[in-house]
């Protein structure tokens, strides 16, 4: 588990292709199936440019894995979906432009739920991933991928999505820690949309330190993304060991019936440990909270169904027989889409429908402005808000992938995040057992600065983020 | 509640064709997920706006001006029928 300052130290002394030779190994031999992709040649390659270039740029030489649903030019990308197989983008994202601008490079393309639909690793048309901590269990999702390559020491860092916790939950499940930033932020160019207006790129790492200087190349706005936002910021200079004066909002409603009591009293002491430190902490109502759930699958499942009408096998991806129009379109989905995937489609679908659309769509809407308000009205008095990131910790392969409804619970505290559009960062505070803990410190619009300040004094006084999964 | 013959029209309305068995074994499950949603008619939201978007921005606009895109050869790259410079589609009818 080396840190980026380590690897370019060794990438000085030695050379990029030492070290991404080093985790290709690795790679090869691991059985956790974080990868749908490995980018062996093109890695190598790029290595050895950057290694005759003399190391420019901040991530110079450094591996990264990529979640498989944003686009990379040359890689295939697959959405670990069926229906995207043999596509192979004929451009990159804009994180890849400037992933390879600061000179990291992309060692392979992570697992993940089909289409960032779920919270497992499960639905995935690759098989799942495992978790590094515990191969019985998984490794949370939708980036299980991208967590479990960064535990698992196949990648010092990587690239997820959250669209309503797919970044924040791995990174609780695996014992790494995991960035959504603030709704527009970073550019969506080049992601694979589920649902466009709760979805952000979020950075992994295993710590607050290389999550954030991987943010800092990330982050920015572009203008083929019309909802990302022109906010330049050094978000590396707010990482100051200090939280005197910090006021921490403590939401009961995160902590409510279903919350493991190892989580419970993990992140309850982890508030603690930051008092100690210098901060306050108050109770805070976000008396909406329960509604958020529903909310957000209503409105998730909508845009999905809009969002993948695309894939109808004409301009890539799978192509069945021809038939009529509408029929040939009817079966390339039918034989490409996972079970989860149809599922999302039909219910959102249903959702708009004539009749429907004022029920369930427009009224999930309502109910973000509400959520949204919950939070505008906490943050009046508190800087940040500290929760559990998931009820409980890793749970068994096949424990709720045939039942949707528990499933989708898992999600409770993650997706409100999503709805408002606000900074949220998981990171390791307990264990139980031997299954890591993770706590989300939630922040404001655009003040990303606080919540990585809040994530990295507890780091600094704490060491949950040094524990390493064995074998 | 769906039922299947609803199931079959949803189905249409989202270009996914569903076999009997599908129909059979989906319906149910589409059904609890809606259950659940009946949470939401528990909310008061007399008076509040939709929010459809998070940030309070509108009609971005850029400078309308051509760059640089795709070759033909590149976009046509990944469709699994092309011909002659077109992507091949089924017959309408």
Redesign the interface.
Known sequence: MASINELKERIHADSSVEIVTEYLEIIEKSKLNAFITVAKESALLRAKEIDSNGHEGPLAGIPIAIKDNISTKGIKTTCASKILT???P??DAHVIEKLKNAGAIIIGKANMDEFAMGSSTETSFYGPTLNPWDTTRVPGGSSGGSAAAVAGSEAPLSLGSDTGGSVRCPASFCGVVGLKPT??VISRYGLISYAN?LEQIGPFATSVRDVTTLFDVIAGQD?RD??S?NREANYSSALINDVKGLKIGVPEEYFGEGTDKNVDRSVRDAINTLEELGATSIEVKMP?T??A???Y??IAMSEA?SNL?RF????????TE??????????V??AG?GEEV??R???G??AL?AGYHD??Y?????????I?QDFERAFKDVDVLIAPTMPYPAFKLGEKIDD??SL?LADVDTVPIN???VPSISLPCGFSGRLPIGMQVIGK?FDEAAILRTAYTFEENTDFHTRQPEG | MITKKDLEHIGWLSRLELSEEDREKYTPRLNSVLDYFGELDKADTEGVEPLYHVMPMSNVFREDVPAASLSQEEALSNAPKNQNGFIKAPRMM
């Open positions: 043999g596509y192979i004929p451009y709704y527009g207006s203008p019309s909802t936002v909406n329960k509604y759930l529903s909310a699958y209503v169904s009408a109808d096998g004409m301009r890539y991806g799978l192509r021809d038939s009529d129009w509408h029929t040939t379109f009817s079966r989905r039918a889409f149809k599922r489609i039909l219910l679908t249903y429908s029920k369930y427009l009224k999930a809407l309502k109910i973000r402005t509400l949204k949707p409804i989708y709805l408002a559009g619009h």
